[in-house]
């Protein structure tokens, strides 16, 4: 049964970039023609899709965050990783990887996911 | 971008009876080559993930509940809890998988007990 685990700092300084890692476990990231997505939840509110990578390299990311998104993948270390920069409060939330099977899928796989708060 | 609304915001439904909740797309989710409605409904309880409770409108994951259906199609869709159990106490939410490059969740419902 594939996993995901979400890990890096808990805390980002204004103006800088956030960086998380996602590690896929039970399973190959490159198997199952799975879409490697982040997704953010401020506290309290409701879930925003941030983009998402293709092992093959291929990304696409939300309009609204594009100019400061980016999503890798590292297949030899079943990973995909997310950088967000020049981070503002508004960027505060809990980020979440899910995995969604083939292009135009539900959520199907989900890590439990990391908060990150924004603040000098 | 496809707008999704919920309603309602929030609904408490005693313990066996039904709870029913809203989704509306602001642009249909209907692909007509496959004739698949681009729709998903999650259950998200505090400190969790969003666990996938239906896909393409209508189809149950595995392991969930049948008291669990969807319904609806185009840009009108329904969650029905036929008989609500305490550990149904939850947000739920509905997505749109239609339209890339944003995939867009609706603003969630919050299910509690009567």
């Known amino acids: 049964q594939v996993q995901l685990q979400e890990s890096g700092p808990g805390l980002v300084k204004p103006s800088q970039t956030l960086s998380l890692t996602c590690t896929v476990s039970g399973g190959s990231i490159s198997s199952g023609s799975y879409y490697w997505s982040w997704i953010r939840q401020p506290a309290g509110k409701g879930l925003e899709w941030i983009g998402r990578i293709y092992t093959s390299g291929s990304t696409n990311y939300n309009p609204s965050l594009k100019s400061r998104v980016t999503i890798s993948v590292d297949t030899s270390k079943n990973q995909f990783s997310l950088k967000l920069s020049s981070v503002t409060a508004a960027d505060t939330a809990v980020y979440y990887c899910?995995?969604?099977?083939?292009?135009?899928?539900?959520?199907?796989?989900w890590g439990q996911g990391t908060m990150v708060t924004v603040s000098s | 971008d496809i707008v999704m609304t919920q309603s309602p915001d929030s609904l408490a439904v005693s313990l066996g009876e039904r709870a029913t909740i809203n989704c509306k797309s602001s642009q249909s989710v209907l692909y007509s080559s496959n004739n698949k409605n681009y729709l998903a409904w999650y259950q998200q309880k505090p400190g969790q993930p969003p666990k996938l409770l239906i896909y393409?409108?209508?189809t149950r994951e595995s392991g969930v509940p049948d008291r669990f259906s969807g319904s609806g199609s185009g840009t009108d869709f329904t969650l029905t809890i036929s008989s609500l159990q305490a550990e149904d106490v939850a947000v739920y939410y509905c997505q749109q998988y239609y339209s890339t490059p944003l995939f867009t969740f609706g603003p969630g419902t919050k299910v509690d007990i009567k």
């Open positions: 899910a995995g969604a099977k083939g292009g135009y899928n539900a959520f199907d796989i």
């Open positions: 393409w409108a209508s």
